[in-house]
Structures are given as C-alpha cells and as structure tokens.
C-alpha cells in the first residue's frame, strides 16, 4: 500500500497542475471583461510550447494577483509593477497584459511596445491580436483592426469569443465611444 501511495500521489499532483488553470482566460463575447479565472490561450501555438515560468506555483500566483488587479479591480498601474516584477514581461501573456494595461491607462506608446513583445514570443496570441486590434481602433487605425480581425479568424476561428469582440467593437461607426 505504502508503495501505491508513493506513486499515486506525485501522479495525482502533476495531473492537478496540468489541469489547473494557466495564464489567460476566456471572456464573454463582445467584452472584455474575464468570465472566468485565466487558462491558457496558446492553444492555437504551433510547434513548442514554452514551458518558461508557468508550472511555477509563485509565478502562477503572481500573475493571478495582477490579474486580478486588472480585472476586478481595474489597478493597472498596480498591475503593470506586479507582472513586471515577475521578470518574465518577455513572455507573450505577461507582455499582452502589460499592454493590455497600459492601453487602459491611455499610454499607447508603452502598449503597443508591449504588444509587440508579446507577438514576437508568440505569433500567434490569440488575445494579443483582439487587444492590439482594440488599439488599432483607438488609433482610428480601421483597416490595422480589420487585419488583426482576419489574423484571429485564421487563427481561433470567427466563433472565438476573441473575434466576437474585436468584431463588435469594428461594427461600431468611426468615431463612436468604445467601451471594451
């Protein structure tokens, strides 16, 4: 028994870590308001996978704290310092949301750097391209969105939550106040 244990348990922890939850989330269409805790949305990454930090439980629970920041409690300054002191903002969903955040606090200089990071990691993020899009559209860069819009239908298909939004958020008139 005693040695059924010894195997049973390390087995039980490495499926529990694997199943856990890993770095973004999933958002109801049209917002971009989390609707449930992060889980990894480099699904879509062809070839390797990078392993980096993420089965790391303190980087885990780092990031999770500015997440939560960002997302409930709409801290971005608080946020951009917590994720860049996991010293991984080389990482695409660290860098998308240090973007992310900086986009929210109008520094569009700063994110659209951020957003560069994260794609250049991974080229194929699918959140990096809905949120730089969403810049492109507060830059009044219409036909930039249209491209990251068709980038994320190639890559997730045109039923990914990601799409719907940045669709959304394009069928609005030029001009119009976006909130996203």
């Avoid at 010293?87 to 992310?100: F, P, Q, W």
């Amino acid at each position: 028994m005693r040695k059924l244990s010894m195997l049973l348990v390390p087995g039980l922890v490495a499926i529990t870590l694997a199943a856990a939850p890993v770095l973004s989330s999933a958002y109801a269409a049209g917002s971009d308001e989390p609707s449930s805790p992060p889980k990894s949305d480099s699904s879509s990454k062809k070839g390797k996978k990078k392993s980096s930090s993420v089965s790391d439980p303190k980087f885990l629970a780092a990031y999770r704290t500015a997440y939560t920041a960002i997302y409930d409690n709409h801290d971005y300054t608080g946020a951009i310092g917590q994720l860049k002191s996991l010293k991984r903002d080389d990482v695409a969903d660290v860098a998308n949301l240090i973007g992310y955040s900086y986009r929210k606090l109008g520094d569009y200089q700063s994110s659209k750097v951020y957003y560069e990071i994260a794609l250049k990691d991974d080229p194929n993020h699918v959140r990096t391209w809905q949120y730089y899009g969403l810049w492109q559209l507060e830059q009044g860069n219409r036909e930039q969105a249209q491209y990251h819009l068709n980038k994320i239908a190639s890559l997730a298909g045109t039923d990914s939550s990601e799409y719907r939004s940045l669709a959304a958020a394009l069928d609005k008139p030029t001009g119009a106040t976006l909130v996203y």
